[in-house]
Nanobody, 121 residues
Framework: QVHLVESGGGLVQPGGSLRLSCVAS????????MNWYRQAPGKERDLVAL????????TYADSVKGRFTISRDNVKNTVYLQMNSLKPEDTAVYYC??????????????WGQGTQVTVSS
């Protein structure tokens, strides 16, 4: 069974840093891109960052470019999100995500339980 477990959230002051981790199991980790999403109260769940299966390419939301870095360790089956220069508007529940294809026409989204990030002075 696909299983994603996030950790590393917490309370941090504006300008501070936090590193989130997501440990994955139940699928061939090296075959799939991994994603970080976040959802603030009253807002939609939005893509924050994406990393390709090899880690060779990354994509970021405009709101976090230059501040966040996504990376992965394909030996540890773990994806990370390094968050620097945090702002109050970064406050949200952060979710790890993978989109797994079964055959050519069946896809399923898998999500971690989420980890709370609160940026406040």
């Amino acid at each position: 069974q696909v299983h994603l477990v996030e950790s590393g959230g917490g309370l941090v002051q504006p300008g501070g840093s936090l590193r989130l981790s997501c440990v994955a199991s139940g699928f061939i980790f090296t075959s799939y891109a991994m994603n970080w999403y976040r959802q603030a109260p009253g807002k939609e769940r939005d893509l924050v960052a994406l990393i390709s299966s090899t880690g060779g390419s990354t994509t970021y939301a405009d709101s976090v470019k230059g501040r966040f870095t996504i990376s992965r360790d394909n030996v540890k089956n773990t994806v990370y999100l390094q968050m620097n220069s945090l702002k109050p508007e970064d406050t949200a529940v952060y979710y790890c995500n993978v989109k797994v294809w079964y055959g050519m026409d069946r896809r399923n989204d898998y999500w971690g339980q989420g980890t709370q990030v609160t940026v406040s002075s």
